[in-house]
């Protein structure tokens, strides 16, 4: 029982790069969160998705997609990568909106 | 304004010492509050929920006002491995979003 894996675990892009970062998890929650956290600002919710097929914003969406084709799996992606995008993503998963999440270990992201 | 707004610190505490650290948050109907720690260079991971009546879990309590809009989280006893940032995150139901506090950072001396 992994509980939830993010990959790649660090990455250094070019501006106008595109990557996509894959959060997988096993305990068959329903909901899932896109996170990124940078110095004095906490955590901040890029998107989440509350079931297969289904995705939504959160508080800081610009310049990011998302994608839940299965339930287990929770892709972002950033089509054209700028410097303020250099943060630390973090993927979560809980159960019910209300009930805990659990978090992958992150991606260190780098934008040059 | 800041959803959730905690005091980064740093906490120097010696080994033993009781610590405390309060977390506001600024809306009202906020239904769910959780403390979460996180190590450095590490994910978040749960500490306790914070139930309106207050809860205990061995050393750790926490604590729900709703009239001041804050939550609290006591250390007894601290030890060497409790030294970490501490979030405060808060849910409003009528959302889907969880706001997280910037950390309270904790460090315990020997």
């Known amino acids: 029982n992994a509980g939830v894996t993010q990959t790649p675990k660090f990455r250094v892009l070019k501006t106008g790069q595109s990557m996509t970062l894959l959060c997988a998890q096993d305990m068959n929650h329903e909901y899932m969160y896109w996170y990124r956290q940078d110095p004095g600002m906490g955590l901040r919710l890029i998107h989440y998705?509350?079931?297969?097929?289904?995705?939504a914003k959160g508080e800081v969406p610009d310049g990011y997609n998302v994608s839940r084709l299965k339930k287990q799996n929770f892709l972002l992606g950033l089509e054209s990568a700028a410097p303020s995008q250099t943060s630390v993503y973090f993927c979560a998963s809980s159960s019910d909106l209300t009930d805990t999440q659990y978090f992958g270990p992150g991606t260190r992201l780098t934008v040059l | 304004r800041k959803e959730v707004e905690q005091d980064p610190g740093p906490f120097n505490v010696p080994e033993g010492a009781t610590v405390a650290f309060n977390c506001t948050y600024s809306n009202s109907a906020s239904q769910s509050f959780f403390w979460y720690r996180q190590d450095c260079r590490k994910e978040p991971k749960l500490l306790m929920s914070v139930y309106s009546s207050g809860n205990e879990d061995g050393r750790f309590t926490a604590q729900l006002n709703r009239a001041s809009q804050y939550i609290s989280l006591l250390i007894r006893d601290s030890k060497l491995s409790d030294s970490a940032t501490y979030l405060c995150?808060?849910?409003?139901?009528?959302?889907?979003?969880?706001?997280f506090g910037t950390g309270t950072s904790l460090t315990v001396i020997p």
């Open positions: 998705s509350v079931g297969e097929g289904t995705t």
């Open positions: 995150v808060v849910n409003e139901d009528t959302g889907n979003q969880f706001y």
